[in-house]
């Protein structure tokens, strides 16, 4: 398996702009999760997905963050308008069970920059 | 409240053996313990998992005392390529998600540094 696959792996964007960050899980994994990590804040859970539905948004900062997930094999974390703030490594993340001893595979994240 | 404590940072030399201590005093009876490993522009990846006792595998060692409140990440003779940042993972009731399942919080972490 490929493991899961984000793109764009880097973005660079002005303030104001929609950026849409895209991820696809690993195949036969029903739970997909969206991490931002900045030096500040450390790694935060923004929102996961079961079986294509959202589960616990509780970690989206703001209206301006949304996330869908169509289809099994795709996901988007989009941000509209986009803020210098939201500069960020975003990971996408996906497991078979959501228990403590199940493993999270990461992407290898898409560095956002927001000028 | 955190769920976990470990140190910050750290830093060793080339074949030295690491060892990134974690506490977690709040640790429920049917919570495991797991570490995963992060390398700059990479996400973490899950290195070694354990319950009690000892854990041993290709990278590393973790030790678990009886009453399990905090578990020690061995790291046997580092390389230069051991640096990166270590994460500690426990269950914990309080994290549960709204569906009732384990949602995977991650704290600081320690972050090793080895030197030359």
């Known amino acids: 398996d490929a493991g899961v696959i984000q793109s764009p792996r880097h973005e660079v964007t002005e303030m104001g702009q929609e950026v849409t960050l895209r991820c696809k899980p690993i195949?036969?994994?029903?739970?997909l999760f969206w991490y931002r990590q900045t030096m500040m804040r450390g790694l935060e859970l923004l929102i996961y997905f079961n079986n294509n539905v959202p589960i616990d948004d509780s970690g989206m900062p703001e209206d301006r963050f949304s996330a869908k997930m169509p289809n099994a094999s795709f996901s988007t974390l989009k941000i509209q308008p986009s803020e210098p703030r939201d500069s960020a490594v975003y990971f996408c993340a996906s497991t078979s069970e959501v228990r403590i001893n199940e493993k999270l595979f990461f992407g290898s994240g898409t560095q956002l920059s927001v000028l | 409240l955190a769920k976990t404590t470990q140190p910050i940072s750290m830093d060793s030399y080339e074949g030295q053996e690491v060892n990134i201590t974690c506490s977690h005093n709040n640790i429920a009876t049917n919570d495991y313990i797991t570490w995963y490993q992060q390398f700059p522009s990479q996400g973490p990846r899950f290195i070694i998992q354990g319950y009690k006792t000892k854990v041993t595998n290709e990278v590393a060692s973790l030790f678990i005392p009886a009453d399990r409140k905090s578990s020690t990440l061995s790291l046997p003779r580092v390389s230069l390529s051991d640096t990166a940042v270590y994460y500690c993972?426990?269950?914990?009731?309080?994290?549960?998600?709204?569906?009732?399942?384990?949602?995977?919080?991650f704290g600081t972490g320690t972050r090793l540094k080895v030197l030359a």
């Open positions: 993972l426990v269950g914990d009731v309080s994290s549960v998600g709204t569906s009732g399942t384990y949602k995977y919080i």
């Open positions: 195949s036969g994994h029903d739970y």
